[in-house]
């Protein structure tokens, strides 16, 4: 992890501009929107079961997320995670809320076991409860800390052959065998909703720009939890924040990244 | 109401951060969100029919709101709801657009008979509706003042013995004896879309957290108020007003409910 | 076009507060809710096939908005705009995503013949695909200039007998023969998620208050414009320029109308 690399793949998403495909829920949908623009990215939000197939054919990257789910969205999830696979497009899977209910364990189990997401990002909660259904989740917000879930991580990691996200204070990215420890980010992000889901869609950018899977999960960590602290600053409240987040991902500089490494080391 | 009363509350919302389950409308998902967030409690968004018994089953208070029902959501607000019932947690309604149509008209009194809620918010026409299904409504807008509501929701309060709120330019709660007056808040909220539902919304946090239901409308209704008051002051149009509101609820101290209620007197 | 006239449009919407019923997509659902409110009309957005014809039974105008479409949303849309044209209340279209999927164009080519929408509002790519369906757009983002669909969009006008708006840097408003050129705007307003949705939301209020449809549809493209330039001018990024957006257009005067002609001129 170092900023060049950070740098480079966000310059390649500000000049491709990768269309990111996101079925995901209703709260968050337009935060996610906005934060895919602002880092220079093509978001589109469909989940039609007669249109997902067409719409993941011309995308560079799939996001689903779960956090308001019912039987039809699930199909749709379905339905366009399979053409991604045929497509050979990156898949990035937001567990939300897993460990709240029995119902979002079983589909997210079955999005996992259908569609093979490449990144799959959640909090310390939702991934243990991914490993062990007896985990519980307080409806959305993680009750553990993210350190106590990375064998779990590391474990669903390796039986699905994928890179696992945890977020938190601290952020955990492991592919089953390496762990990176991206420690940015401030406390006022967990007062502004859809910031786990912001998270999610903007992996999508990453991983539509960076064939390294590794790299993009960390990379795409690192700026989000950059751009929190930039944010953090100027802010008066969760409410700024969520506006400051916008302007300051929009214009994240290369500086900026060098000195918020600078700061932590 | 004095202000000691209210910032207990207030301290207990932030102290316990009680699990709000809300089945809203799509329109204020994402501001109920964080309003709920901002004061300190932990909401969860979850409609389907298959989860929402078990989201119910781990949370303190159902707010059911139906601002864009439909036939899907209205049957998961009453499973809910019955659900609510059965384990004795506070469920909050709001009957947005009651009047404007006969199926809101319908729903509303549907849910009502069903769900039996300890709170019904609406603004005057929408609890004139409730009672006189001749009341007409401006899509969601009110055509009628507080005051001339009251009766209505006094009525509508015995009927179904709960507290209900009629919110304004001056607010009233009455438990169909006792009447309660707030004359907090400033014009430039029903500029905001979805004030009336982030009222409802954080009444959920305030009943999750007092077991007097008519002291929680009451101290949840003067927090909007007041929180509109101070955030107003700092706006310059809508936009800046919802920042405001979630940075000035996030930060409301003792001190400032104190100093509101000196202004009025 | 001149100052004057937009300014009364303008009043007229402030005056009667016209009740504009929208049918449209989870993304923006808040923010042109927020944006009707900010220009003083009254936003409703209810879609339950139970109650849409009862809904645009009270409106002044229809939006109607395809941009996260499906099958129920869209029978609701078909029921709603037949009850309009019954009525005889102005049908605003907003095509989101024509040209990305075979679905999109189905869908827009039947609630076009169906509904005889009097404005279709989209970007180049969109207005291009429903004339070509061969036409591609990326996502719901354009791939060519607002200039080139020009000869689309005439072809639409005289089709369909209605206005067409193609909007981008450069608007461009037909009738099938007169063409308005609206060069107002500013390119920060493309980095702000459903920006187009506004439009098309603000377009069902001016056409609710101006009986002359082509005037009503410049008007409203124009005061789009102005907003965006005045928002733009204080904003740091695209999350300030959402807020900045909204205050402006709710403080819009005569005096920065004028002076934002006298500019270009």
């Not at 199909?75 to 053409?83: C, N, P, V």
């Not at 589909?107 to 990002?121: F, G, L, V, Y």
């Not at 909703?193 to 992996?203: E, I, K, N, R, S």
């Not at 960390?218 to 987040?245: C, D, R, W, Y």
Request: a negative charge.
């Amino acid at each position: 992890m170092n900023p060049k690399m950070i740098t480079e793949n966000l310059e390649a998403i500000r000049k491709n501009s990768p269309l990111v495909h996101n079925i995901t829920n209703y709260v968050v949908m337009n935060n996610t929107a906005n934060a895919l623009l602002a880092i220079g990215a093509s978001p589109v939000m469909a989940h039609a079961q007669e249109e997902v197939k067409d719409m993941v054919g011309i995308a560079s990257a799939l996001v689903l997320n779960m956090g308001t789910l019912s039987k039809e969205w699930v199909e749709s999830m379905i339905i366009a995670g399979l053409r991604a696979n045929e497509r050979k497009i990156p898949i990035v899977f937001d567990p939300v809320g897993a460990g709240a209910t029995a119902y979002r364990n079983e589909i997210a189990t079955r999005i996992i076991n259908n569609c093979n997401p490449e990144i799959i990002r959640g909090n310390a909660s939702e991934i243990m409860a991914l490993v062990n259904q007896e985990m519980k989740t307080k409806g959305v917000d993680s009750v553990v800390s993210t350190k106590s879930a990375l064998d779990s991580a590391k474990y669903l990691a390796q039986l699905h052959e994928c890179i696992v996200v945890i977020s938190g204070e601290v952020d955990y990215i492991t592919d089953g065998n390496r762990v990176e420890r991206v420690a940015f980010g401030n406390s006022m992000m967990e007062k502004v909703t859809g910031m786990g889901c912001t998270a999610t869609a903007l992996l999508g950018a990453f991983i539509a720009t960076n064939d390294n899977l590794f790299e993009a999960a960390v990379n795409g960590m690192t700026v989000m939890g950059i751009t929190g602290e930039l944010a953090s600053a100027k802010a008066n409240g969760p409410g700024s924040m969520q506006m400051h987040f916008l302007d300051c991902l929009y214009k994240l500089s290369e500086v900026e990244i060098e000195q918020a490494f600078c700061t932590v080391e």
